[in-house]
C-alpha cells in the first residue's frame, strides 16, 4: 500500500492549473453521473491520476491491468470502439479504478469489472462494465 500512496502526486492548490491529458466522458463515470471532465495524469509504471477536470474531485487512483495480471485481456464491443471514435482497441488505454485498503496492512483492490476505456487522442473515455467478466469487482494489486 505505501508504495502506491507515496507515488500520489502531492495535493495541488485549487487555483493551480491541472496537469494531465483531458478527457470527456460524456456519460459520467458509475456513481458520479455529473461528473464528466477529468484529467489524466500518469504516474508511471502503469499506474495513473484520473483528477476532476475542475479540481474538486472526484480524484481516483487507476491501474493499467496488464501491469499486475500479465494474462489480462479485455474483448470490446464494436461500438465502444465507435463511440470513443476508433477501430482498433490498440489505440485505447484500458484503466481499473484502485480502491487503497483502510487499515495499514490491507492489500489494494482494482476494479476489473467496471473498467475505463479512453481514446487519450480524442480526449474521450467511458466506463464499461463487465459482469461476466472472470476478474472481479476487488482483484488484489500484489505491492512490493
Known sequence: MTALAHTLPDPSPVTAPLQGTP???????????????????????????????????????????????PAFRMVLPPWVLRHLGTSEVSALTILAIVTLPREQQGQPTANLQGLLVLNEGRGLGRQTVHPDSPWGVRTPIPIG
Open 23 to 69: 478527457i470527456f466522458f460524456p456519460n459520467g463515470l458509475h456513481g458520479f453521473p455529473e461528473h464528466r471532465d477529468f484529467r489524466l495524469q500518469s504516474l508511471g509504471m502503469g499506474r495513473y491520476c484520473l483528477r476532476g477536470g475542475d479540481g474538486q474531485g472526484p480524484d481516483f487512483l487507476a491501474i493499467d491491468p496488464a501491469s499486475f495480471l
